[in-house]
T-cell receptor, first 111, second 114 residues
Framework: GDSVTQMEGPVTLSEEAFLTINCTYTATGYPSLFWYVQYPGEGLQLLLKATKADDKGSNKGFEATYRKETTSFHLEKGSVQVSDSAVYFCALTDQGGKLIFGQGTELSVKP | NAGVTQTPKFQVLKTGQSMTLQCAQDMNHEYMSWYRQDPGMGLRLIHYSVGAGITDQGEVPNGYNVSRSTTEDFPLRLLSAAPSQTSVYFC?????????????FGSGTRLTVV
């Protein structure tokens, strides 16, 4: 079945550092790809999405590009803030519309 | 517009007890799903529904039942709680035709089974 693999965490960065969280997927067909964020004690929020190859999703300074040739959707941000500390989940929707998640990557940003 | 509402927010059960986690959405979404979140495991799909009267199993369905009698509600039933069911449970919903827009999540139910 379809699956998502994320880089393991936790990831600890200093404020203003560059962030990359790797995500690769295995899927039948052409899934839509998502990054969700979970702040401490809260539910999941959609951060950004891409629905076809070469699409770039962006929001709040975060970006990710749908790379079909490498089956990847890596999350990047040029300058992280303490407020970005959260757990980040990469996900895809399969052909039946189910949302399938990676295991999550915890990010901690220190001042 | 309340979005996805889950109740209760917290619950402690004794082994063998049964209970129902409630989930309701007011966005007229066709798709609804239940996930459990455990450390290091991400979110795993328990059951999902593509419309009223239609449900199917996800990755980890054992010990859980669901029904979908209306578009708005998708309750999750624990038949006989076990300590392995200690987890945080999330309900989510989405449009069918707009599936690429992503799912909307509830705020979760933290369940402890002792």
């Amino acid at each position: 079945g379809d699956s998502v693999t994320q880089m393991e965490g936790p990831v600890t960065l200093s404020e203003e550092a560059f962030l990359t969280i790797n995500c690769t997927y295995t899927a039948t067909g052409y899934p839509s790809l998502f990054w969700y964020v979970q702040y401490p004690g809260e539910g999941l929020q959609l951060l950004l999405k891409a629905t076809k190859a070469d699409d770039k999703g962006s929001n709040k300074g975060f970006e990710a590009t749908y790379r079909k040739e490498t089956t990847s959707f890596h999350l990047e941000k040029g300058s992280v803030q303490v407020s970005d500390s959260a757990v980040y989940f990469c996900a895809l929707t399969d052909q039946g519309g189910k949302l399938i998640f990676g295991q999550g990557t915890e990010l901690s940003v220190k001042p | 517009n309340a979005g996805v509402t889950q109740t209760p927010k917290f619950q402690v059960l004794k082994t063998g007890q049964s209970m129902t986690l409630q989930c309701a959405q007011d966005m007229n979404h066709e798709y609804m799903s239940w996930y459990r979140q455990d450390p290091g495991m991400g979110l795993r799909l328990i059951h999902y529904s593509v419309g009223a009267g239609i449900t199917d199993q996800g990755e980890v369905p054992n010990g859980y039942n669901v029904s979908r009698s209306t578009t708005e509600d998708f309750p999750l039933r624990l038949l006989s709680a076990a300590p392995s069911q200690t987890s945080v449970y999330f309900c989510a919903s989405s449009y069918t035709r707009g599936i690429e827009r992503g799912y909307t999540f509830g705020s979760g139910t933290r369940l402890t089974v002792v």
